[in-house]
């Protein structure tokens, strides 16, 4: 019967084929079972659970998009629940499959040759090889179009790489790394495939996070790291290539913001229709009603756009700006959602146990990766005047 989520209040899901319903509800189940009783303790100690990945590598979450690793016909849409279903239950979870399936996969499967994405996309679909992706620089954020400091140069039949990352997701212990780098040659950005046990290469893990905190983001330094000609993406010509990775992967986020704020409303009807003041269920509270009522409006208008922004992407004719509406739109409605959630809480909304403190924590990574709102904002801006005003 649907919807199967009293959260999905318009009924979404029910425009899934009915095996991605079967696969949905499948990774709904494992996720509830293996990950949601650890979430919590993995949090406070700032550690990655690495044993629910043989559990998560067998979802149909992995390689949906890809020739070399599809298993059947997955849409977008379904891509974009499965995205939602992580991050209700825990958006570090939602995170390390997005850099995993999103950033790393999605990079070697829009910019790489054939050889390359038959080599890289299986191994990174079963997780046997885990993968991150390095674009953002101590000095470059937000600016990274033009901004990149580490530089690619040509030696022969290889290229030396030289900088710093900043912020990478997975990178503690990936086996590659994605690094997006500036050719000396023709000042373009280009991407390579970087093996971590390359000399050179060192990844420090970045201490004392107030979110995500189960995500492994790491500062990476790269002194003299030499990767041959067949490990460049081959269809890495310039940052277009790299913003082609990265409108995949925001109509994902923002899914995944969908989710965080579900996951936090949830938790929230929850203590509401339990927790008594003044004699009865806060819930029976008229304001506390409203917090309820404005948060499902926040979910359900989110999942709407998300839901026409992953059609797009099936019918072929999603845009960067289409994409970054959906993240800046998502994210913002998002942020305060679980800040309502947190509220109809009280003081339990920040205690760890009662889940909501969690989301309302990692909400803040979420509307600031894959580009902040502001660049969203001017993505979708200069989609609307026809004038960049990013500088
Ligand atoms: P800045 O670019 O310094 O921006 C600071 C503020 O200035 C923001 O509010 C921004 O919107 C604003 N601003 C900047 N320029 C303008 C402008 N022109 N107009 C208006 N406002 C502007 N990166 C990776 O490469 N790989 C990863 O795996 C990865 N994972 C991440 C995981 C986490 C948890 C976090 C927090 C970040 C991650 N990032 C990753 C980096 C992320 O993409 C950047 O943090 C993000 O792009 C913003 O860059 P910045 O933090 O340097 O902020």
């Known amino acids: 019967t649907f919807p199967t989520l009293a959260s999905d209040f318009y009924g979404f899901e029910a425009l899934l084929a009915d095996h991605e319903r079967d696969a949905l509800v499948r990774l709904r189940t494992f996720l509830e079972a293996e990950v949601k009783p650890l979430v919590n303790d993995y949090w406070e100690r700032a550690e990655f659970p690495r044993q629910i990945l043989p559990g998560l590598h067998e979802q149909q979450v992995f390689g949906n998009l890809w020739e070399e690793t599809k298993a059947g016909d997955f849409s977008a849409v379904y891509g974009g629940w499965t995205a939602l279903e992580m991050a209700r239950v825990d958006a570090s979870v939602a995170t390390y499959v997005g850099v995993q399936n999103g950033l790393a996969m999605g990079s070697i499967g829009v910019a790489g040759s054939p050889e390359q994405r038959a080599e890289w996309l299986p191994k990174l679909k079963t997780g046997d090889v885990v993968g991150a992706f390095g674009l953002t620089e101590p000095l470059s954020g937000s600016d990274s179009a033009q901004g990149l ?22 990178a503690t212990w990936s086996d590659i790394t994605i690094i997006w780098a500036k050719s000396t040659e023709d000042g373009q950005v280009k991407g390579f495939i970087v093996p971590t046990n390359t000399p050179g290469y060192s990844a420090t893990k970045i201490e004392r996070k107030q979110s995500l905190r189960i995500v492994q983001n790491a500062d990476i330094e790269l002194t003299d790291v030499r990767v041959p000609e067949s490990h460049r993406l081959q269809n890495a010509n310039s940052f277009r ?151």
Request: aromatic share 6%.
């Open 149 to 170: 400091r580490t530089t690619a140069t040509r030696e022969g039949e290889e290229w030396v790489l030289n900088g710093s990352k900043r912020w990478i997701g997975n």
């Open 241 to 391: 290539d790299t913003a082609a990775v990265l409108r995949l992967t925001r109509a994902e986020v923002a899914w995944a913001s969908v989710g965080t704020a579900i996951g936090a409303y949830e938790a929230a009807v929850e203590y509401a229709t339990t927790r008594e003041q003044f004699g009865k269920p806060i819930a029976r509270h008229q304001l506390v009603q409203d917090l309820l009522s404005r948060s499902l409006a926040n979910i359900t208008a989110s999942i709407a756009l998300c839901t026409r922004v992953s059609q797009m992407l099936d019918d072929g004719v999603q845009r960067d700006e289409h994409a970054s509406l959906a993240k800046a739109f998502a994210t913002t409605a998002m942020r305060e959602t679980v800040g309502l959630c947190r509220e109809a809480l009280g003081g339990n909304g920040i205690v760890l146990d009662y889940d909501v403190a969690r989301f309302h924590a990692d909400a803040e990574a979420l509307y600031s990766y894959e580009g902040t709102r502001e660049m969203n904002s001017l993505i979708v801006g200069r989609a609307i005047t026809g004038m960049g005003a990013f500088v």
